[in-house]
């Protein structure tokens, strides 16, 4: 009897996109030489950084947030004035 193989899902997820002729252009334009006829590693690498990007909005609000909660700078205080002791250590 022969065994089945379960087919696993693959790792990569096929799109396809239309995109006004200015994008198209203005991109071809403006990529770095490596990328310029490679469309998959474009698109995949503005992907990437657009995902970075949006990461590091994130938690730049969610710092300037936590920097407006009184409780958050309550706690900050307490743990700073708890190791306010070791701000000299190694120095002597």
Not at 3 to 18: C, D, L
Not at 24 to 38: F, I
Not at 42 to 67: C, G, Y
Not at 82 to 89: G, H, I, L, Q
């Amino acid at each position: 009897m022969k065994a089945t193989k379960t087919k696993r899902p693959s790792s990569v997820v096929r799109r396809s996109f239309a995109l006004p002729r200015r994008v198209v252009e203005e991109a071809a334009a403006l990529a770095p030489q490596e990328l310029k006829r490679n469309w998959n590693r474009l698109v995949r690498t503005a992907l990437e950084h657009f995902i970075i990007q949006q990461k590091r909005r994130r938690f730049d609000e969610s710092m300037a947030a936590m920097a407006k909660d009184p409780q958050a700078m309550a706690l900050n205080r307490q743990i700073s004035e708890e190791f306010s002791v070791t701000d000299a250590d190694g120095l002597v």
